[in-house]
């Protein structure tokens, strides 16, 4: 069939056959559908929506466009953490050596940030000499030696995703649900796992900002899990604000390591407390412990007693990483940086620490990307300094700033003041977690 008559069966709303969604994947791959018919379809995608049975058939042809890992020789049960993104969002780094202290083995491949959202490989290159270009052989090795690895996407892991992904985000089809649910589900599915914790953020600074949509997004992707016999979890939590202490790249490297090393930090207990919650359920999926209870003790203690602080520590050694590198007090110290309050403009309690904007602020000054091809500052960034719902008196420092210039920090000073919100009476925060799916 000529991909005319397979784009005009969506077009017109009919239903995609296998061998049809298989045809469109294989032209996408090797390049015998024009960047223009690709585009035609995934809009007719869109607009006409898919069904159940059509987005399991694109996830598999998306998968299956490329290799899809065999870790079947590492006896141990194979389990990862993907999150939708967000601002301060850290997790990464606590939990893999979490459940590889509990004898799970973790094929990480994660994403660099876009737009507001950080990422876990901006995050780890901000460690010096930190390699997340690993070859797949690599990546098996580490793995075996120190039970997680954390890299990049090859090219042969889901290469159709790349080249859809770039023409939906040209043309304004991303945000559609079995479209995104066979974007990650299509990278996650190949690393070979038997278990998937998902964390589906909500909220101004998620990808998906209402509870609605991301509850929507949560199921259809871990029933998406099930299909491919993956065990699958999602643990939808809030991201109206950032996530702990710090956003930047090696401010929340520091916040990792403080956790991992049992050190008291201020604001960081929601950093700490979702990476359990991650952890626990990621163990019960992977078989380690029966309930969540069980689950949780055990990923208490695997933190307690250092054994994941070593197991972060051998990592970063075994890719090229100088663990030496990251900060052990304030870690936007003795960097020339310029430090921009924001002040409480009255007394009252903190209703809103916006995560949208200040994820803006950081990329707006080097610690994000606008484009894929942008390079990133690693030293600026975000402290926090009073949590949503606590009581604050006019003056108090609500948040610091930290960039190159002050003309950098004049730039997003207005929109940092607007992010900040103070009530006149008592406020209850949203919950961490706002459900389990
Ligand atoms: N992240 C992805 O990898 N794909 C999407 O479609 C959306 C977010």
């Not at 979490?98 to 290159?125: F, N, Q, Y």
């Not at 299909?227 to 990792?256: D, K, Q």
């Not at 690693?378 to 948040?399: H, K």
Request: charged share 25%; hydrophobic share 40%.
């Amino acid at each position: 069939m000529r991909p005319q008559e397979i784009i005009a069966v969506k077009r017109d709303g009919g239903q995609l056959s296998r061998s049809e969604i298989d045809a469109f994947i294989a032209g996408v791959c090797d390049g015998s559908w024009a960047d223009y018919q690709i585009s035609a379809m995934v809009m007719a995608m869109f607009t006409r929506g898919l069904s159940d049975e059509e987005q399991n058939a694109l996830t598999y042809a998306m998968l299956h466009s490329g290799e899809v890992l065999d870790l079947s020789d590492i006896p141990r049960p194979k389990a990862d953490k993907h999150s939708t993104g967000g601002v301060g969002d850290k997790t990464s780094l606590i939990i893999a050596p979490i459940l590889a202290a509990c004898g799970i083995a973790v094929p990480m491949i994660s994403g660099r940030g876009l737009g507001h959202t950080g990422g876990t490989l901006d995050k780890l290159e901000a460690i010096a000499g930190y390699d997340v270009n690993l070859s797949t052989e690599r990546f098996r090795q580490i793995i075996e030696t120190c039970g997680f690895a954390m890299s990049g996407q090859t090219a042969d892991i889901a290469p159709a995703d790349k080249k859809l992904y770039a023409l939906r985000d040209a043309t304004a089809t991303v945000p559609y649900i079995p479209l995104i649910v066979a974007s990650i589900m299509s990278k996650k599915l190949a690393e070979g796992l038997d278990a998937l914790v998902l964390d589906v953020k909500t909220g101004s600074g998620a990808f998906m900002p209402n509870i609605e949509d991301s509850m929507r997004l949560a199921e259809a992707m871990v029933q998406t899990g099930r299909n491919f016999g993956v065990r699958t979890e999602a643990v939808v939590s809030e991201m109206g604000r950032p996530l702990g202490r710090y956003a930047g790249n090696i401010c929340e490297v520091y916040e990792c390591v403080k956790i991992l090393r049992n050190e008291p930090l201020e604001l960081a207990e929601p950093t700490r407390e979702l990476s359990l919650e991650l952890s626990a359920r990621a163990i019960v999926l992977a078989g380690v412990e029966e309930n969540i209870e069980n689950a949780r003790t055990l990923a208490e203690a695997k933190l307690g007693s250092g054994a994941a602080y070593e197991l972060f520590i051998e990592n970063c050694r075994l890719q090229g990483g100088d663990a030496e590198s990251i900060p052990t007090s304030d870690p936007f110290g003795g960097k020339g940086l310029t430090a921009y309050e924001i002040k409480a403009e009255r007394s009252g309690w903190l209703e809103m620490a916006d995560a949208l904007a200040i994820g803006e602020a950081v990329v707006e000054i080097g610690g994000g990307r606008i484009h894929a091809e942008d390079s990133i500052d690693f030293n600026v960034g975000f402290e926090c300094f009073a949590e949503v719902g606590g009581e604050v008196s006019e003056g108090d420092v609500l948040g610091v700033l930290y960039s190159r210039t002050e003309e950098d920090a004049e730039c997003v000073s207005g929109k940092l003041r607007a992010a900040y919100k103070i009530a006149e009476t008592p406020v209850t925060p949203s919950p961490l977690v706002h459900g389990i799916v």
